[in-house]
Structure formats: C-alpha cells, structure tokens
Nanobody
Framework: QVQLVESGGGLVQAGGSLRLSCAASGRTFSINVMGWFRQAPGKEREFVGAITRRGGSTSYADSVKGRFTISRDYAKNTVNLQMNSLKPEDTAVYYC??????????????????WGQGTQVSVSS
C-alpha cells in the first residue's frame, strides 16, 4: 500500500506561482514513477507531468511545458510540482499518482496504482 497526500494548492493571480507537494508513505520503495494529473470543472482528468524514480527523467504535457517543473526529494519521500506563469486555464484539482509497475513514465491514468485526494488550484484573471 502507498499513501499519497498533496498540499500547497490555493488561489493565485494569473502570472503567479504555486508549489504543490506530494508526500508518499507506505511502500515508497516500490514506486517507479510519480505523476501529476489535473481535472478542471466539467473536463476529464488530464496528464500534467511525471518523473521516474531511477534517473529522474521527466515528461510534461505540452500545455505546461516550460512553466511547470517536477522535482523529487528522496529524503522526504516527496515529489514537488513548481508551477510558474500560471494561467486561468490552469485552474483545476491537482492529483499526484504513483506507478509501481512501469519503469518508464506514462501519460495514461490507468497505469497509476495509487492516487492522492487532490488539491485545488485556482488562478484568477
């Protein structure tokens, strides 16, 4: 079992920044990939970015590339999502997810085994 808890969401003006964190506990040694997804009101949940445990390779959705950065802190079992130059269209509930079975990152939700409860990010214009 893996437990994931997101934090750091809030309200920010367009152009501002937020830093989300995802704290993992339980069988963290089994996690191969950590991903971030988001779901805006009335829309499907979509991939934001991911980072591999080995090598720290990252992948981002085109919509956030150059603005969002994923990093990891092994000592704290935490993965962070630094979000800069935020836009109103970034408003969504952000979820972190853990993939225990694949060594390479995936953009597909079904590849992820555990999910956090989500944290709200609201960007005002």
């Amino acid at each position: 079992q893996v437990q994931l808890v997101e934090s750091g969401g809030g309200l920010v003006q367009a152009g501002g920044s937020l830093r989300l964190s995802c704290a993992a506990s339980g069988r963290t040694f089994s996690i191969n990939v950590m991903g971030w997804f988001r779901q805006a009101p009335g829309k499907e949940r979509e991939f934001v970015g991911a980072i591999t445990r080995r090598g720290g390779s990252t992948s981002y959705a085109d919509s956030v590339k150059g603005r969002f950065t994923i990093s990891r802190d092994y000592a704290k079992n935490t993965v962070n999502l630094q979000m800069n130059s935020l836009k109103p269209e970034d408003t969504a509930v952000y979820y972190c997810a853990a993939d225990l079975h694949n060594s390479a990152y995936s953009h597909e939700q079904y590849e992820y085994d555990y999910w956090g409860q989500g944290t709200q990010v609201s960007v005002s214009s």
